[in-house]
């Protein structure tokens, strides 16, 4: 079992805009493209930030065209938030708050062998990297550039604190860097 955050981010280093728009990441093509398939195959758990929840809630249609359901989960999901925040019918939602570590024990339990995937966003990925809990990062890199927005990893992770695993190219605008994190003690 390894705890991965797999994600997409622009060549400049952010997730969405600063209005948490992902509209120029599905004009990069299509999920089709991408190792999303054999990836969620993989996934017994996930975990998300509020405002990538509120993001889906808000773009349910968008969601529903790219990936066939408004909520295309059939996995636990974990939000962390300190608000609350409307359910989504049909949908294994446990809301929660706090620290990150107890969670993912609970994680760990329903995930049973399978992994356990950091949604987003890039501060909550970082709560479990400073938590030692974060094994892989999953980056898919999008020919785009934001200016600013919503940072991809906001912690600082220099020397040997992360170790690339593989390079691959993904259609004409993307490529997939896979890392594995470097855990002092591990």
Known sequence: M?????TATSLD???????DSLDWLFELGSVNESSYSAFIAQ?????????T???????AEK?????GSPWPYAQPAWVFTSRTLPAI???DIRFVNGDVRAVHQEMQAAAGDLNIWIVGGGDLAGQFHDA?????LIVQIGSATLGKGKPLFPRRVVGSGLRLLSADRMGPGMAELRYEVQQAGR
């Open 132 to 136: 030692g809990l974060l094994d892989e």
């Open 89 to 91: 019918d049909g949908a």
């Open 63 to 67: 969601v529903a065209a790219e990936m």
């Open 13 to 19: 280093g952010f997730l969405a805009t600063e209005d």
């Open 43 to 51: 996934v017994g758990a996930l975990a998300m930030g509020s405002s």
């Open 53 to 59: 929840y509120e993001w889906m809630v808000r773009n």
């Open 2 to 6: 390894k705890t991965q955050y797999y």
